[in-house]
């Protein structure tokens, strides 16, 4: 059965970094995009990151470019989401989700979803 399990979440200080894993297993994701996306406690899913299949192509939320880096190794079957300047407001659950096609902000159209992984900040 194909998953995508996320790891790496855990409490930080305010300013401090955390590197997320995705690893992806029961199929081969190699040509699918990846994206990372979060929910904030009492707000909505929202969109962090993606990359497609080749890692040639990303994309950033606004809120977190220039802190937060997406990269993937095909052959470790893993896209990372490098977290750092982390804020209070970075904190929430996060998700890695898999998609034909090119990664986009929306969370329709993602055919496979993590489990989460909780990210804590503290100020």
């Known amino acids: 059965q194909a998953q995508l399990v996320e790891s790496g979440g855990g409490l930080v200080q305010a300013g401090g970094s955390l590197r997320l894993s995705c690893a992806a297993s029961?199929?081969?994701?190699?040509?699918?995009?990846i994206s990372w996306f979060r929910h904030p406690p009492g707000k909505e899913r929202e969109f962090v990151a993606g990359?497609?299949?080749?890692?040639?192509?990303?994309s950033y939320a606004d809120s977190v470019k220039g802190r937060f880096t997406i990269s993937r190794d095909n052959t470790k079957g893993t896209v990372y989401l490098q977290m750092n300047s982390l804020k209070p407001e970075d904190m929430a659950v996060y998700y890695c989700?898999?998609?034909?096609?090119?990664?986009?902000?929306?969370?329709?159209?993602?055919?496979?979803w993590g489990q989460g992984t909780q990210v804590t900040v503290s100020s």
């Open positions: 989700a898999a998609k034909r096609g090119s990664a986009t902000a929306q969370t329709i159209g993602y055919d496979y």
């Open positions: 990359i497609n299949w080749s890692g040639g192509s990303t």
């Open positions: 029961g199929r081969t994701f190699s040509f699918y995009a």
